[in-house]
């Protein structure tokens, strides 16, 4: 018996419903998603986080290739036919307080600033050299252990610093181009050593990433991480405060609000222990008076100083040209606060006028260059600029380039640099 089709009137009962299509992403590999640091969903490593670091595993290649140069062509002796260590390059200066911090501490047998000689570590907050003993543990030499340090803190710093960049740039590549500028900026040889740069970018960039995101007990924690590698976490807690209250939306968020407290521990902690050594709460600011002429003056009298052993040839031609630095490097910084506050971009503007502020008001400038380094708004201003103007990047790369490898020549041969 054949089947009669329907008639107009008849229904056939309902069925199940057919499956939905599963979508599958253009590429056809899934993208893990997780919840971490850098946001609240964001991919674990995408395409252009890997771009940034593969740019950034070449730059500190380079770097490195000129440590070597540096080894042989501008050895302390010129008559030496030694080059001496592979690592001893990179062992300068600052380094050799965080060691002596990291292995004897800060007050080795009975020694402290009431006696002569005392070399102010407390000036030096405890984060990066208790960290440095604590991957000694596990790496024999302590300048690698450094470098081990710093060039896993810089990975992580040029991925938030992307991140960041593309969070307030919509154009395509624009998290690329700010790190490229950072990274060839004059003081970059700083984040290659055993120095608290890399470290303090490593936790201040993403708590303000964390920020951008509203999730203010993670970022008032890592903030509080970066107070205890440089007091310039408070800086970045001040920002992180006003930008909480600038973005607040409902009283269920001012919860929160004790949070922005943490950042301030450290600090706390720290002087509370060397006033338990030498009976004085401000004792690493008093380090940094004796130490490095930080003592509090006027702006005007900071930048007189300055120009006095920049121009008057009263200074060795070393240090008059870091001299000349400084004061390029404040001019900068004046001009990115400015550019700031003409954005309205008010909690930037606080963390750069803050750091201007600590650094422009002690007997002469010291520093500042370095200090760029922590200045993130201004590689995203540097990017901006270079989106909307093409021949700016080229014009950049020309002109910075030189003093970049300059600096980093003056840094590992030996010679001072900031």
Request: charged share 15%; net charge positive; aromatic share 14%.
């Amino acid at each position: 018996m054949s089947a009669v089709p329907p008639g107009p009137r008849e229904r056939i009962p309902a069925g199940p419903p057919p499956p939905r299509p599963v979508r599958r992403p253009a590429t056809g590999v899934a993208i893990r998603v997780r919840r971490d640091l850098f946001g609240r969903s964001a991919p674990r490593l995408s395409r252009a986080d890997r771009e940034v670091l593969w740019l950034y595993l070449l730059i500190r290649t380079g770097i490195w290739i000129t440590a070597y140069c540096a080894r042989w062509l501008f050895p302390s002796d010129p008559d030496t036919t030694d080059p001496g260590p592979v690592l001893a390059s990179f062992a300068r200066w600052d380094w050799g307080l965080f060691l002596r911090i990291a292995s004897e501490g800060y007050f080795p047998g009975r020694g402290g600033p009431w006696q002569a000689g005392w070399d102010n570590r407390e000036a030096f907050f405890p984060g990066f050299p208790l960290l440095l003993r604590a991957v000694h543990a596990v790496v024999p030499g302590w300048t690698a252990a450094g470098l081990l340090i710093s060039s896993i803190a810089g990975a992580v710093a040029v991925v938030a610093l992307a991140r960041i960049t593309r969070l307030q740039l919509p154009d395509a590549g624009a998290g690329q181009r700010a790190v490229l500028f950072f990274l060839v900026s004059p003081c970059a040889v700083f984040l290659a050593v055993g120095y608290t740069e890399s470290l303090f970018l490593a936790v201040a960039l993403p708590a303000w990433l964390t920020a951008r995101h509203r999730r203010w007990a993670l970022a008032a924690t890592l903030a509080a991480l970066a107070t205890a590698v440089r007091v310039s976490g408070l800086f970045l807690a001040a920002a992180l405060a006003l930008q909480f209250f600038l973005s607040v939306r409902d009283r269920r968020e001012l919860r929160a609000l004790p949070w922005l407290a943490l950042p301030a521990l450290p600090a706390f902690l720290y002087s509370w222990y060397l006033c338990a050594r030498t009976g004085d709460w401000m004792a690493w600011k008093h380090a940094e008076e004796r130490g490095w002429y930080r003592t509090l003056h006027t702006p005007w009298d900071a930048w007189s100083h300055t120009w006095h052993g920049a121009f008057d040839h009263v200074q060795t031609t070393g240090y008059a040209f870091m001299f000349q630095a400084e004061l390029a490097a404040m001019l900068v910084g004046l001009l990115l606060v400015g550019l700031l506050i003409r954005q309205r971009r008010w909690p930037e503007a606080l963390y750069v006028g803050l750091s201007l502020c600590a650094l422009g008001t002690s007997y002469w400038y010291m520093s500042i260059p370095r200090a760029t380094l922590l200045w993130w708004p201004l590689w995203i201003a540097l990017a901006a600029r270079s989106m909307r103007r093409p021949r700016f990047r080229s014009g950049y790369l020309c002109l910075v380039t030189p003093l970049t490898a300059v600096f980093a020549l003056t840094f590992l041969s030996g010679r001072w640099a900031g």
